[in-house]
């Protein structure tokens, strides 16, 4: 049952321009959206690779030293 979004923070690693999320317990399904914003200045951020167990984060700007977190929610949408 749908009880809200879930919500949390990713790091993207020194150096990288992407991260996959691993979604414990997995969706249902893949009817789900998901939005993130960066902390510091990573660019464009979009997601790719959505799975029911996981999603990647993707920035146009590699991650600084010591990486650079992202905060995520997940919303579910209508199934079909």
Wanted: charged content about 10%; proline content about 4%.
């Amino acid at each position: 049952e749908n009880a809200g979004p879930r919500r949390a923070i990713a790091t993207i690693a020194n150096a990288a321009t992407s991260v996959t999320v691993i979604l414990s317990p997995a969706e249902p399904d893949t009817s789900y959206l998901v939005e993130a914003t960066a902390e510091d200045n990573l660019g464009a951020l979009w997601i790719t690779s959505t799975a029911t167990g996981s999603f990647v984060i993707n920035s146009a700007v590699a991650a600084g030293v010591g990486g650079d977190t992202v905060g995520w929610t997940l919303w579910r949408t209508a199934a079909g």
